[in-house]
């Protein structure tokens, strides 16, 4: 995937380099960093990483220390940008955590999508553990991972025990994203200030942003955090009349082409139900019915769960097929009520938040497009009298 040009001038972690070296820090002098910094996680989750980092250490046994490069959401691939352009920041990274916490383990999990070469160079001569994964959209859950670890299948675990506490073959485990260890890597060499130099005040540094859909070069862009969608995705120019965003992926909500002046923060995006997340902004053309673009994805999710949990095996299917039904002409009027009553009956219920994310994106697309179910049920598409399929 392409690397594109900075809305600003943000380049950071895809910048070319050389970052010089890698200082070695106390447990307390990582954790004070993650403090000041306010780094927060960079795999969709946005935790605070300083407090991870203090559960690990509190838990009183020598820990493990795992890389989440798994990056199972299809519209996302900053982390496999990210693992091939940069990898000796994810294994400083990771090296930094682990001579910091005393690891007993330290490993990178790399996604099948993801060329493991260039991580495995970069991590011969520092004791780093690589292993090239399998798995789909939920392999990358951080319990579903330490499965995959331990040579089971990649399903989630019971979420009541924290990984932080009993994770990797029992052990306190801190699983980290590959962004957010290589943003640590270059904040111990540069320090607080200078990575707060960049965002917002309660919101600093930058991310990467994978952009994909209807513009003209899909692609991984590094940004300030609270950039705006209009400014984030010029630098992917964007198609004449698209008409809205999903951000956050497959789990996330939709904001339209009206509100492109909102910032990319978790403050900003709350109202739209969307938050950061890991990073992707996939662009709906003007020409899409956006019905069908998420019946499609809902469709997608519902077959990619662990099937272990009443939510995903008996509600996700039902859900997908009420709004593929609404999205290919069923006129029947009980449908929306009858999605509605699906989605609350699988938020909150599964071991792991799958059903949730699902929900959140079939309960975006029906309340930003209610206009759109509405042609439905009625026998129309606008996008199809807009000259679009249907
Ligand atoms: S909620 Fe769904 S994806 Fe998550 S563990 Fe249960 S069955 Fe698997």
Not at 9 to 35: C, H, I, K, M, N
Not at 47 to 69: D, H, M, T
Not at 127 to 143: I, N, P
Not at 223 to 236: K, W
Request: hydrophobic share 40%; proline share 7%.
């Amino acid at each position: 995937m392409t690397v594109l040009d900075p809305p600003v001038t943000t380049q950071r972690l895809l910048s070319p380099g050389p970052f010089g070296p890698l200082p070695t820090l106390s447990l307390d002098q990582l954790v004070r960093l993650a403090e000041e910094t306010g780094l927060t996680g960079r795999g969709g989750a946005g935790f605070p990483s300083a407090i991870k980092l203090r559960s690990v250490a509190e838990a009183g046994r020598a820990p493990a220390v795992v890389g989440n490069g798994m990056e199972g959401e299809p519209l996302s691939h900053k982390d496999a940008v990210l693992l091939t352009q940069a990898p000796g920041l994810v294994l400083d990274g990771l090296e930094l955590v682990s001579r910091a916490l005393r690891a007993k383990r330290t490993l990178l999990a790399v996604g099948p999508e993801i060329d493991p070469r260039p991580a495995q160079a970069a991590a011969r001569s520092r004791g780093v553990d690589v292993q090239h994964l399998s798995g789909g959209f939920v392999a990358g859950q951080e319990t579903a991972l330490l499965n995959q670890l331990e040579g089971r299948p990649p399903v989630p675990r019971d979420p009541l025990t924290r990984v932080t506490t009993r994770g990797l073959d029992g052990r306190p485990t801190l699983v980290s994203n590959v962004e957010t260890l290589a943003h640590l890597a270059l904040a111990a060499r540069f320090g607080a200030g200078w990575f707060r130099s960049v965002g917002l005040a309660d919101d600093p540094g930058t991310s990467l942003f994978t952009i994909t859909g209807a513009v003209d070069h899909e692609g991984v862009v590094e940004a300030a955090r609270g950039t705006t969608i209009a400014d984030l995705i010029a630098a992917a120019r964007p198609h004449p009349g698209v008409q809205a965003v999903l951000v956050g992926g497959y789990h996330g909500a939709w904001v339209l082409a009206s509100d492109f002046g909102t910032r990319l923060t978790r403050a900003d995006l709350a109202p739209h139900g969307a938050s950061v997340g890991a990073g992707i902004v996939h662009v709906l053309s003007g020409d899409a019915c956006p019905l069908r673009a998420a019946a499609d994805m809902a469709s997608y999710l519902a077959g990619e769960s662990a099937a272990q949990c009443g939510p995903c095996l008996n509600g996700l299917p039902r859900m997908a097929d009420s709004l593929q039904r609404l999205a290919h002409g069923a006129r029947d009027a009980r449908l929306p009520a009858e999605i509605d009553r699906l989605r609350g009956l699988v938020v909150g219920r599964g071991a792991c938040a799958h059903p949730d994310g699902t929900a959140r994106l079939v309960g975006s697309t029906m309340r930003v497009f209610d206009a759109h179910v509405a042609a439905h049920l009625a026998g129309w598409c606008p996008t199809e009298l807009s000259g679009g399929p249907r």
